[in-house]
């Protein structure tokens, strides 16, 4: 079974530019999660969708980020303008969602690295 | 509001000894706990989860972890540490988003683990 992708998996920028980040999920899963992971942090939960409908996006700054997932399969995640403090590994996950958590496992991709200049 | 708490930043290990992460969470009378792993360059993969039951759960890799509710606890433990277990691990905690309509994971800061010859 393949994993969930992202790419770019590096991405280095200058403040006040855009970037925009791709994530495949496992194939069948259709809640799709964005987290921000800064340096000696944990991750932190951006944005949540549930198929293509947004489920949870109160922790994203919706001045400059944005996301969608058009088709309730592949996400986008935009960043536009970038500010240093953007600086951070953005990791896309997925999850089988049901009412139960018992099956609700998040499996997440390897994460792009964002640099912000 | 909810936290986890991982106390230690970093851990020094010497390969074959054995191990033991703290973790500590701050809510919920059933709480739901897992354990990621982040290796270099890699996303984070699941090593286990406790929802109920046994409170002592085994995982992926040789590792296990221990639910203690009147310590608010759930400690990773592995007997005995390989050279490849160097990364860094994050305990999380998951919870129904009050208000909304998604389960939401929490992490902690993580605790990177360094193994010595």
């Known amino acids: 079974e393949a994993g969930v992708a992202q790419s770019p998996r590096y991405k280095i920028i200058e403040k006040r530019q855009s970037v925009a980040f791709w994530c495949n999920p496992i194939s069948g899963h259709a809640t799709l999660y964005w987290y921000q992971q800064i340096l000696g942090q944990g991750p932190k939960l951006l944005i949540q969708f549930q198929n293509n409908g947004v489920v949870d996006d109160s922790q994203l700054p919706k001045d400059r980020f944005s996301a969608e997932r058009l088709k309730g399969v592949d996400s986008t995640l935009k960043i536009q303008p970038a500010k240093l403090e953007d600086s951070a590994v953005y990791l896309c996950?997925?999850?089988?969602?049901?009412?139960?958590?018992?099956?609700?496992?998040?499996?997440f991709g390897p994460g792009t690295r964002l640099t912000v200049l | 509001a909810q936290s986890v708490t991982q106390p230690d930043i970093h851990i020094t290990v010497s390969e074959g000894a054995s191990l033991e992460l703290r973790c500590n969470y701050s809510?919920?009378?059933?709480?739901?706990l897992f354990w990621y792993v982040q290796s270099p360059g890699q996303g984070l993969q699941l090593l286990l989860k406790?929802?109920?039951?046994?409170?002592l759960v085994q995982g992926i890799k040789g590792f296990e972890a221990e639910f203690k509710r009147s310590q608010s606890s759930f400690n990773l433990r592995k007997p005995s540490v390989h050279w490849s277990d160097a990364a860094e691990y994050f305990c999380a905690q998951m919870r129904w988003n009050s208000g909304g309509s998604n389960y939401k994971l929490t992490f902690g800061k993580g605790t990177l683990l360094t193994v010595n010859p």
């Open positions: 809510y919920g009378a059933t709480p739901y």
């Open positions: 996950a997925s999850s089988l969602f049901s009412s139960t958590v018992s099956t609700d496992t998040q499996y």
């Open positions: 406790y929802f109920s039951g046994d409170t």
